[in-house]
């Protein structure tokens, strides 16, 4: 009996390690197979990929929208982004973008001029800060809740690559909000190559749901506050002078007052865009693609923050009167104008951008590349855009890239500038942004590739690129800028 | 819209030329040969899309997730 049990243990011992054979032979069959598609498939992106990348943005003019089309538009903006693109298999990609904006605004903090460390810091002479008189300027900062902000954005995009790698379908997500302003957006993208992939077509959508958290003018939100009244709030005991700059009443038809004090009624503001676009290899050195979007805003279109002053309404002030002749000028530094309204503009958008790009393998040592864009939407503005680059290759690592970019386009049917618009318009603003401009742009980079990425951080992040660039910017109503930004990728071995 | 049927005909038409191989594509697959704009400009377009009244169609926001146009 005992050697029967002993003779059935061996005969499962034996059947055992046949089936841990079989489980092993399988086991090494499988990963042959997955080693021997491999070698067909590549995959999509080999390795963990980090994007830093940041600008730091100055510009200044004289026709800042805050104030209505006039006034300093000074502003600093600097940007640190990560984009991290991860492989999530042979065939899926996830990216993870994430960015802060952090910017000073001359024209935003004007939405209080009258903010005591701003211009009203001026006093009367006398060192007695109880006689401080408020005053303020379109051309002076001042420091109120609005003079800085950050943008934060977050983006996740998620795309998954057909085996012969012909077909990419694509999702994404993203949030982003500023102090007066929230976004929630997605979308989702569809992308065909063929024809041995020297043709691509691509076609996708984006919905962003957009809300403000309204900021007002500081004269208009106190005389709403107040219930319509100079004599009380913030209004009670300043003075307000008219364009002779004498007292004027504070009650009455020769008072002060804006025309409308219903502000905001819908703080959403919707954009659903659908892109859809071609490319074609034309020969071993030249390609180029189409790009056409349809896109449609609806809900407040306006910004809250933007004064309007009419030219068929009594002018109306706060500060020293003898500046009230200066307005105008940067020299006025002391005496601020009572706004008229808020921007007010249509509640939808339709706009029509159509681009193209031309792409030219020169020689070695050059590569052309060029951009045009047509653009039109419903409020009137048509635009034309130009960009082209020229990217040197000074080296085997060094790439040297001027650039040259025109823009022009034509006002918006609602745009007059400062004191031009009037108040039986149903539709006004002075922001020229939306003004008949051109604009010139030159800009200079420099990257240094490494594609062994031998410089390592910590023996695993590898450095593959550096680009440094800078572009100055020059649109002829005067407002001048100029942007240095840098970006340096990793990648994780 | 007669414009863009003609622009799509016309980009059509480049299809049917004699297709670039793979092995050919090494200029092609250059860096600076991508149809797309350079991702350390996208700042740039950024603040165009800011100070300028037209956007899209290129890759960036035609609109929404700011506060501009």
């Not at chain 2, 622009?7 to 200029?27: D, H, R």
């Amino acid at each position: 009996m005992e050697e029967k049990v002993v003779v059935d243990v061996d005969v499962i011992n034996k059947a055992m390690k046949k089936i841990f054979a079989v489980i092993l032979l399988l086991v090494s069959m499988n990963a042959y197979t997955q080693d021997s598609t491999a070698v067909y498939k590549k995959r999509v992106l080999e390795n963990i990929e980090i994007d830093f990348l940041t600008s730091y943005y100055t510009q200044d003019g004289n026709n800042a929208a805050v104030t209505g089309g006039i006034g300093s538009e000074k502003i600093t903006d600097i940007t640190p982004t990560f984009v991290i693109a991860i492989p999530l298999n042979d065939d899926d990609v996830l990216i993870i973008d994430a960015g802060i904006s952090a910017y000073t605004s001359a024209s935003s903090s004007n939405l209080d001029p009258f903010d005591k460390s701003g211009a009203s810091s001026r006093d009367d002479g006398n060192n007695n800060s109880s006689n401080t008189k408020v005053v303020g300027s379109p051309w002076v900062a001042s420091s109120g809740a609005s003079q800085a902000d950050s943008w934060k954005s977050l983006n996740a995009n998620y795309s998954h690559s057909s085996d012969d790698r012909n077909t990419v379908l694509s999702a994404n997500i993203s949030l982003a909000s500023e102090y007066d302003y929230t976004s929630f957006g997605f979308g989702g993208g569809y992308t065909k190559l063929f024809n041995e992939k020297n043709t691509e077509i691509s076609i996708s959508g984006k919905v962003f749901l957009d809300s403000w958290q309204p900021q007002y003018a500081t004269e208009i939100n106190s005389y709403i506050e107040a219930g319509e009244s100079l004599n009380n709030g913030f209004f009670s005991g300043i003075p307000i002078l008219d364009q002779n700059g004498d007292l004027s009443v504070k009650s009455g038809a020769d008072s002060w007052s804006p025309i409308n004090t219903t502000l905001l009624d819908n703080t959403s503001r919707n954009t659903y865009s659908l892109s859809m676009s071609f490319s074609q290899i034309l020969s071993r050195n030249a390609q180029f693609s189409l790009f056409f979007d349809v896109v449609n805003q609806s809900g407040w279109l306006a910004n809250p923050m933007q004064r309007v002053y009419f030219g068929d309404r009594d002018n109306y002030y706060i500060g020293e009167p003898e500046s009230i002749p200066n307005y105008t000028s940067s020299t006025n530094k002391d005496v601020f104008q009572l706004a008229d309204d808020i921007e007010r503009l249509p509640s939808s958008k339709f706009k029509l951008p159509i681009g193209a790009r031309l792409n030219y393998f020169l020689s070695e040592r050059f590569v052309l590349r060029t951009y045009y864009r047509f653009y039109t939407d419903d409020w009137g503005v048509t635009a034309h855009t130009a960009n082209i680059e020229l990217p040197i290759k000074v080296s085997d690592k060094f790439t040297l890239i001027p650039s040259y970019r025109y823009h022009e386009q034509t006002e918006a049917d609602y745009f007059a500038p400062y004191e031009e618009n009037l108040s039986t318009q149903e539709f006004y603003t002075s922001d020229y942004d939306l003004s008949a401009f051109s604009a010139n742009q030159y800009g200079i980079g420099v990257r240094y590739t490494d594609i062994f990425t031998k410089f390592k951080i910590r023996g695993k992040l590898g450095l593959k690129n550096v680009e440094m660039k800078y572009s100055k910017y020059d649109r002829s109503n005067g407002l001048s800028s100029g942007i240095f930004s840098l970006g340096v990728k990793f990648v994780l071995d | 819209m007669r414009k863009i049927a003609m622009l799509i005909i016309m980009a059509s038409a480049f299809t049917s030329c004699v297709a670039v191989k793979e092995y050919q594509m090494v200029n092609i697959n250059d860096p600076d040969m991508k149809l797309t704009a350079n991702k350390n400009n996208r700042f740039e377009t950024n603040f165009q899309l800011y100070r300028e009244g037209a956007a899209g169609a290129n890759g960036g926001k035609g609109g929404g997730g700011c506060g501009c146009n």
